[in-house]
């Protein structure tokens, strides 16, 4: 679980960040969740942008993809998830 001073410097560090995947109206599927695993192990915080499409409430959204992936929601800003999983192998990003 994450402190709030590190998701402060998360939400910095994901600023510059351009959305990595989208979600559309077929929403959260197997082949999504394991793209997301292998972006967040090579990259460590990704942005997921949610489509206006997506039926799904951007809440559930991230839940289903935070639970998938065992990864931690950052932050929830407008139609945008950002992610956090520390990687095992890449690990770029020092948590203070």
Request: include cysteine.
């Amino acid at each position: 679980m994450l402190k709030g001073k590190q998701k402060r410097y998360l939400r910095s560090k994901a600023h510059s960040l351009k959305p990595v995947f989208q979600v559309g109206k077929a929403g959260v599927n197997e082949n999504l969740l394991k793209q997301t695993l292998d972006a967040l192990e090579a990259r460590e915080l990704i942005k997921i942008n949610i489509l206006q499409n997506c039926f799904e409430d951007k809440y559930s959204v991230a839940e289903e993809l935070s639970q998938g992936a065992d990864a931690e929601v950052v932050q929830i800003i407008g139609n945008t998830i950002v992610l956090y999983k520390e990687s095992v192998e890449n690990k770029k990003i020092e948590l203070p």
